[in-house]
Structures are given as C-alpha cells and as structure tokens.
C-alpha cells in the first residue's frame, strides 16, 4: 500500500471487528484499565480479521475504527440520554421522534450521523464505562 493511500474499512470488516473485540473482551484480555494492548489487538485480533475477511489492516486502522465506532456510539447514548422525544424501536434498533423533534436535534448537533444501530448492544460492552457522562 503506498504511503498516505486511505484504508476504509468495508461493514463486513467492522461487523468481524466488533465481534472479535466483544469476544477478546468476554475472553478477558483487557488490562486493568479496560484496554487491549498493541500486541494483544494485533495477534489476537487482527490476525483473525484478516484471515476471516481477507483484508491487510494494522493497527493503525484498528484504532482509527474504534475511534469511529466509539464517536458513533457517544452519539447515540448523547441522543438517548439528553434529548427528550425519543423513544427507542427495539425492532428496527432506531431511534423514533417526530419530524419536528429530529429537525431540532440535527440543528443543534449536525455531525451526528444517524443509522441503525444493529450493533448497539454490543458497543455498550466495548464502551460502557469508557464514555465521558
């Protein structure tokens, strides 16, 4: 890969990801301080990534996808903790408000960017507790 060239991470990559993290962290290989190191991430579970998926991610693109996926989720729990007129679909996993409700919060928050949070259980287990309340 030439240097500077970008990396995206496609949503077979982050799906494998954040199983993987998930089971690192139910397999105990966090530190004291909820965290999985360097060498940890890299022989345990970017290896599997990329034989799982066939990619070549680093660590460098490992923390750059955490990074991401933790903002995701810091958005989510902003938008469910803080906003009143939410409610929240258990099947669909969206959150639901009228159009007037959303037209309010886009405008005070416009970075947020809203999908289905297919994955919102199991980024409570990555990052519940490492979120800023």
């Given at each position: 890969m ?48 990329n034989e ?5 991610k ?16 810091n958005?989510?729990?902003?938008l469910?903790r ?18 007037e409700?959303w ?27 490492t979120?800023?309340n």
């Amino acid at each position: 890969m030439e240097k500077g060239k970008y990396n995206s991470c496609t949503q077979d990559e982050t799906k494998v990801l954040i199983e993987l993290f998930v089971e690192g962290i139910n397999r105990g290989l966090c530190d004291s301080s909820g965290i999985i190191n360097k060498a940890t991430v890299e022989n345990k579970i970017l290896q599997v990534l990329n034989e799982r998926v066939g990619c070549q991610k680093l660590h460098k693109h490992y923390q750059s996808r955490i990074k991401f996926l933790k903002n995701l989720y810091n958005s989510y729990v902003d938008l469910q903790r803080n906003s009143s007129g939410f409610g929240w679909d258990f099947g669909t996993k969206r959150f639901t408000a009228s159009e007037e409700v959303w037209q309010g919060y886009l405008k005070a928050h416009p970075n947020h960017q809203y999908s289905a949070m297919t994955h919102m259980n199991r980024f409570e287990i990555i990052f519940d507790g490492t979120t800023a309340n």
